[in-house]
């Protein structure tokens, strides 16, 4: 649903924007692909929007009072003829535009300030307008939520509540609502267009707002350190702003990819919240709290890369889920699928906005609403509950990942180690199981070898089964195994009897319970 906060270009709100047929520029700098574009159109249709289609929309310029007023006027169409003199110190009856002016005050609509001044080449403010809206058009609706910059005693409250309680704004991002700063002829575009056609402020009902921020993976998937810096130059892949992971395997040769055997601690995915531990530098320690460790009681703890990680504000804590069950898919900023946004991994989760037949609008940590196609992911009920797996839905899971290339560490799509595995196919049946093979083999339900069934855990230790746990398969039936093996090998499915499994093999564990 649409979300504000996605309007602005570089400072990203989240919009949602309704889809439009015409693929024709509305003004040179409202392409069709701009997120202001539908609403500036409409408003052009209905003939409140009269600058000419061939010339600029001037769509990131502050707008003025005066041309506020004119848009207001012709939305509303209100008569501009007989007006009382408004006896205003900056504005004479010779102006050109006092006709209009004079109505705005008349209406009630703008008022002078203290000076009894109009100021028509003055910039409009964000609050100023929530209070001129709420007048223009007789906004009413009571709220007890304030957004964080705006206190209790500021003199708009509670037009900017009439606003939010209208859904015609959710604020920024970070829940702020930036009420002293000016307002671009795109963004009051957007409010009038979704003040005067409802189909405009539609907004996802499970919208919360909710001013506790908590640290958000913004990346598709980041890589979690033993120790901040180690990094070589082929792990730049890993650890630019935007991780590429498959490129980063791709590039890796046997001994590179051997290298980060204990280098590495975990991976965390798009969406997924960590909790910062300490800083250093550019990197920070956090615990993926969705991974359980003994190693924190917070979650699994490793170093990441700080602009990896964004401030996010649970608004949307109460919303179904999608969640990835392919092992990668296409997030695109069009509902139409054309412009890709970026690619992320099985597992994923975000929250749902809209559900349309094909694809689903899903609400990202910090670029607004996106779309992802609905046979790529599942819907999750708000509380994370999911039926019961059967052994043959777990199968199907992990031989999902059959061929697929090993990585230290690894818990996405894009490459997996061995209890990376074990953990991903789990997670993705709403079952939590410990992230490292050794924990794992201390969990669950202990099961003798005769009696395994599909999808138990198979663990395997140095010295002949006697020394430590260093590995952990899936049983698949018929005596084969699964499992992520090293770094020389692919996901794949052996039988139990190959060695040196035969000979390591120590205990079996169920979590299907």
Not at 107 to 131: C, D, T, V
Not at 250 to 274: D, N
């Amino acid at each position: 649903m649409k979300q504000i906060c996605a309007l602005v270009l570089t400072t990203m709100l989240v919009l949602f924007a309704i889809p439009t047929n015409s693929l024709a520029a509305v003004f040179q700098d409202v392409l069709p692909q701009h997120s202001a574009a539908d609403e500036i159109r409409y408003l052009v249709e209905k003939d409140i929007i009269i600058e000419k289609p061939t010339a600029k929309y001037r769509v990131n310029e502050p707008i003025t009072r005066l041309e506020a007023s004119g848009m207001i006027q012709r939305a509303l169409k209100i008569s501009v003829d007989n007006r009382p003199d408004a006896n205003l110190s900056d504005v004479k009856l010779s102006h050109p535009h006092y006709a209009l002016i004079a109505t705005m005050v008349d209406e009630g609509i703008f008022m002078g300030n203290e000076k009894n001044e109009f100021q028509p080449y003055g910039n409009l403010k964000r609050g100023q307008m929530a209070a001129v809206f709420v007048r223009a058009f007789d906004l009413t609706g009571k709220s007890t939520y304030r957004f964080r910059d705006v206190p209790a005693t500021y003199w708009g409250l509670s037009d900017i509540q009439k606003l939010s309680v209208n859904a015609i704004t959710t604020g920024y991002l970070d829940n702020t609502f930036k009420p002293n700063q000016t307002l671009t002829r795109g963004h009051f575009a957007v409010f009038l267009a979704r003040i005067l056609e409802p189909d405009f402020r539609e907004q996802s009902a499970c919208y919360k707002p909710n001013n506790t921020p908590v640290q958000t993976v913004n990346v598709p998937v980041t890589t979690l350190w033993k120790e901040p810096g180690k990094s070589r130059t082929v792990d730049a892949y890993a650890t630019n702003k935007l991780p590429d992971i498959t490129k980063w395997v791709a590039a890796m040769s046997l001994r590179e990819k051997q290298w980060l055997v204990g280098k590495l601690e975990t991976q965390a995915l798009y969406g997924q919240t960590v909790k910062v531990l300490q800083t250093k530098g550019d990197w920070v320690q956090v615990a993926v709290i969705d991974q359980s460790s003994p190693k924190n009681a917070a979650g699994y703890p490793g170093w990441m890369l700080k602009n990896h990680l964004t401030t996010v504000y649970p608004n949307y804590a109460t919303c179904d889920t999608a969640m990835v069950t392919t092992k990668s898919a296409a997030l695109t900023i069009d509902e139409n699928g054309k412009q890709p946004f970026r690619s992320i991994s099985f597992n994923t989760i975000l929250p749902i906005i809209d559900i349309m037949d094909n694809k689903l609008a899903v609400q990202t940590p910090a670029d607004g609403v996106k779309y992802v196609d609905r046979s790529a992911v599942k819907i999750v009920g708000a509380d994370g509950v999911m039926p019961k797996p059967t052994t043959q839905q777990i199968m199907e899971t992990a031989k999902l990942f059959n061929g697929l290339t090993y990585l230290w560490a690894g818990t996405s799509g894009f490459g997996l180690d061995c209890s990376g595995f074990t953990y991903s196919v789990y997670r993705q049946h709403g079952i939590d199981i410990p992230r490292d093979a050794s924990v794992q083999a201390l969990n669950g339900t202990l099961i003798q070898k005769k009696d395994l069934q599909p999808g138990d855990l198979l663990f395997f230790a140095y010295n002949k089964g006697k020394g430590t746990i260093h590995h952990v398969a899936m049983y698949a039936g018929n005596g084969q195994m699964i499992h992520a093996p090293n770094p020389k090998r692919t996901v794949e499915i052996i039988p139990m009897t190959a060695e040196p499994y035969k000979s390591e093999y120590v205990s079996a564990r169920r979590y299907v319970k």
